[in-house]
Structure formats: C-alpha cells, structure tokens
C-alpha cells in the first residue's frame, strides 16, 4: 500500500551509504579518506599513518583501486627532492565524483517518499512501466554505479512481470489545480494523477502535502485505506492555490525522477 516514508534523524546514515561501483570494485568512505590523506600527508606512509592504518594494506588498497579505476595516485622516487606521492587527475576526478554522490543521497535521505509495489509491464532501455494500485507508472531501473539503497544496483535487470517497488521523491512532484488543467504535450513529465488533498503537513517555508490517489481516493467506504503521495510545496505555493484538505488537484512528476527497485528474492 502506498503511503509516503518520513525521514528520521539517522536517515543519511539509514537510506545506505555511498559508494561508487567499477570491475565489482567499491570505492567508498574509507577508500575517500585514504586518497584525501594521501593528498594531505604527500606519501602513502604518511597517510597510513594518519588513518592508523599499516602502510602495507593502504598500498595494496590503493593498487586494488587501481586496477578497476585507472591511476590514482602519482608516486615520485626519491632523490635530491625526496620521493613522495601525489593524486593524479584521475583520482580527484573519483573523488569529486564520490562527494557528488554523497550528497544526492544525504539530499535524498531528507526527502519524504512515497513507495508503490507494482508488476512491471514493458522495458525500454533505462525506463520500465509499472502497473500499481494507483494505474501505470514509469521509472528508472538498474543502470547505476551506485551504492544508494543497501547495496550495489549496477547489474540488476528488471524484465516484463517483475514485481518492483516504485519510490517517488516528494521534491519531484508539482501540484496543479485540478481546475487548471495542463496539456499533456506541454510538458515532459510522463507521470499524471489526480487526487484530494487529505492532509498538509506545515513547515516554516515548505510543507509536506499528501495527495489521496486512485479508487481508494474516490470511494465512500471508509475502510478502503488511502494511497498517499507526498509533495513538498513551498508555503508562497500553497497560498497562491490555496491548497486545503478536500481540494482536487492533479499531480505530475518525471519518469526520470521515479526509481524502480527490485524486490529481493
């Protein structure tokens, strides 16, 4: 059933930790601060040093690195200079790479969400449509060289039939007046519903406004729970289309912006 996830306090730490995947090869938080000790400390000695790790297990990390991500590290012989070692442009590419990641999921992590469990009914190279309680949705699926939800999803392949989790960022959905209505053509998102307002949730400039969606939406019995999505609405939006609870809106979000995870067998 959906109904939209809240974030705790821990919820960084919570939604998974990152790490950027290549050859089966993780590069993460530890691997991060052993090149940035490098950087700091000018010799991988130093930086062992540092971490209070042996220099003999950071070489041979740095040389495991290596043969999945290319170069790193830059070493320099000793002599009148003295040896030494250096990042290489490789390596602060990984890592600039690695603190983006880190802070999409730490951005994600203090997000609502919203999770549907559907069937998927058609693949398309990254996008799959999934049939949920609520009608078709499409999303993203596998494809990514990241850590971001208890595990790598690089190589994970979701065919026709799959049942798949849908999780909807409520950052990614625009609220529209059920009254105004937008030509379909004139924007790109795929993802289309309406609803009622059943609850906003206020903040001091944005607020958390859940949409009740589908058939549970629109039926009288009492007992058939709501599906909820989550949005979150700045307070200056919520004023200009004076959103309450009851009102009818429509609700739109990207494809590109919706996440398919695949059930663990």
């Known amino acids: 059933m959906g109904e939209p996830t809240e974030p705790g306090p821990d ?8 790490a950027l995947i290549e050859d089966d090869v993780e590069f993460d938080g530890r691997d ?3 090149l940035r000790a490098v950087d700091a400390a000018g010799s991988v000695a130093g930086a062992a040093s540092a971490l209070g790790r042996s220099r003999a297990r ?12 290319g170069t790193l590290v830059e070493r320099r012989r000793g002599g009148e200079g003295g040896g030494g070692s250096r990042l290489a442009a490789s390596g602060r590419d990984l890592l600039d790479r690695y603190d983006r990641l880190q802070a999409v999921l730490a951005a994600t992590a203090a997000v609502p969400e919203t999770v549907l469990d559907g069937t998927v ?8 449509v999934v049939d949920t309680e609520v009608g078709e949705i499409s999303g993203l699926h596998g494809g990514s060289d990241a850590v971001g939800n208890d595990g790598p999803d690089r190589h994970s392949e979701i065919a026709t039939g799959d049942v798949v989790q849908v999780r909807i960022g409520a950052d990614a959905v625009t609220v529209n007046d059920a009254a105004s209505a937008v030509d379909p053509d004139a924007t790109s998102a795929r993802n289309r519903l309406d609803g009622r307002v059943s609850a906003v949730d206020p903040g001091e400039t944005v607020s958390t406004v859940r949409i009740a969606i589908g058939a549970a939406e629109a039926s009288s019995d009492a007992d058939d729970p709501d599906t909820e999505v989550a949005a979150l609405i700045t307070a200056e939006s919520i004023e200009r289309l004076g959103l309450a609870p009851g009102d009818p809106v429509s609700i739109r979000w990207k494809a590109t912006a919706t996440r398919l995870v695949a059930h663990a067998e």
Do not use: P
């Open 11 to 18: 919820a960084a730490a919570g939604r998974g930790r990152a």
């Open 32 to 34: 991060a601060a052993l």
């Open 58 to 69: 950071a070489l041979s990390r740095i040389e495991a690195l290596e043969d999945a991500y």
């Open 121 to 128: 009914t058609a693949v398309d190279g990254e996008l799959a």
